[in-house]
């Protein structure tokens, strides 16, 4: 179980990589916090035991906190003059609405050659019309978080997605107009810089699925 300083610490360093564009030390985040180093790393091996950040391998150094990436993925999203970047394009809606701005994401269709801009302008995805490939059911995404999120990629074609998934030997899941995405981006991670962080329960996050429309096996936590 996280305690109220665990998430104490999830907020705050949220909040930070939000203002900065990157992680402040666990120095910075233990005076931030009013409390020793050592009590911040144990809140970050905490959160990452319960899987509501990553740290480096072997260390306490945040090395994904999502929507945010810590070091270079496959999407660079630019709110303004600012910009951060995302492991994948659910992530990058996820930065936009919890930045709460306008942002251009730029990525890569299939995580291939050609590349695309999805714009978020006043609460809205323009690219209505892209699709949206996750390979990686959710019970398995933090076996490995990092390859769950390069496994999710923009399409043009459905037909295009069955082409990838043959041509790199990963399996078809769940397939999802760009619009949709967003929609559950934004509720997902709309509030994870203004509000108190927590960590969703099963049971809310079986909700939140339910609500956008993911009710198919592939959705499944279990």
């Given at each position: 179980m996280l305690?109220?300083?665990?998430?104490?610490?999830?907020?705050?360093?949220?909040?930070?990589?939000?203002?900065?564009?990157?992680?402040?030390?666990?120095?910075?985040?233990?005076?931030l916090l009013t409390c020793s180093a050592a009590d911040v790393e144990r809140g970050l091996r905490a959160l990452h035991n319960a899987h509501a950040l990553l740290l480096h391998p072997n260390t306490?150094?945040?090395?994904a906190v999502p929507p945010f990436a810590l070091s270079p993925g496959s999407c660079w999203v630019e709110i303004g003059e600012?910009?951060?970047w995302a492991n994948c394009l659910y992530c990058g809606l996820g930065l936009a609405a919890a930045v709460g701005a306008d942002a251009d994401i730029s990525t890569r269709l299939?995580?291939?050659?050609e590349p695309v801009v999805v714009h978020v302008r006043?609460?809205?995805?323009?690219?209505?019309?892209?699709?949206?490939?996750?390979?990686?059911?959710?019970?398995?995404w933090?076996?490995?978080?990092?390859?769950?999120?390069?496994?999710f990629q923009p399409f043009r074609t459905e037909r295009e997605v069955d082409d990838w998934c043959v041509r790199h030997a990963l399996p078809k899941g769940a397939v999802v107009p760009l619009p949709q995405m967003w929609a559950f981006a934004r509720e997902w991670y709309?509030?994870?810089?203004?509000?108190?962080?927590?960590?969703?329960?099963?049971?809310?996050?079986?909700?939140?699925?339910?609500?956008h429309g993911f009710t198919s096996p592939f959705w499944s936590l279990a």
């Amino acid at each position: 179980m996280l305690t109220d300083f665990d998430l104490r610490v999830r907020g705050a360093l949220t909040r930070e990589i939000a203002a900065r564009g990157y992680a402040p030390s666990n120095a910075e985040l233990a005076a931030l916090l009013t409390c020793s180093a050592a009590d911040v790393e144990r809140g970050l091996r905490a959160l990452h035991n319960a899987h509501a950040l990553l740290l480096h391998p072997n260390t306490t150094r945040p090395w994904a906190v999502p929507p945010f990436a810590l070091s270079p993925g496959s999407c660079w999203v630019e709110i303004g003059e600012r910009g951060w970047w995302a492991n994948c394009l659910y992530c990058g809606l996820g930065l936009a609405a919890a930045v709460g701005a306008d942002a251009d994401i730029s990525t890569r269709l299939g995580g291939e050659r050609e590349p695309v801009v999805v714009h978020v302008r006043s609460g809205e995805v323009l690219e209505r019309a892209l699709l949206f490939h996750l390979s990686t059911p959710p019970r398995h995404w933090w076996d490995n978080v990092i390859h769950a999120c390069a496994s999710f990629q923009p399409f043009r074609t459905e037909r295009e997605v069955d082409d990838w998934c043959v041509r790199h030997a990963l399996p078809k899941g769940a397939v999802v107009p760009l619009p949709q995405m967003w929609a559950f981006a934004r509720e997902w991670y709309g509030d994870y810089v203004r509000a108190p962080w927590r960590k969703r329960s099963a049971d809310e996050i079986a909700g939140v699925f339910q609500r956008h429309g993911f009710t198919s096996p592939f959705w499944s936590l279990a």
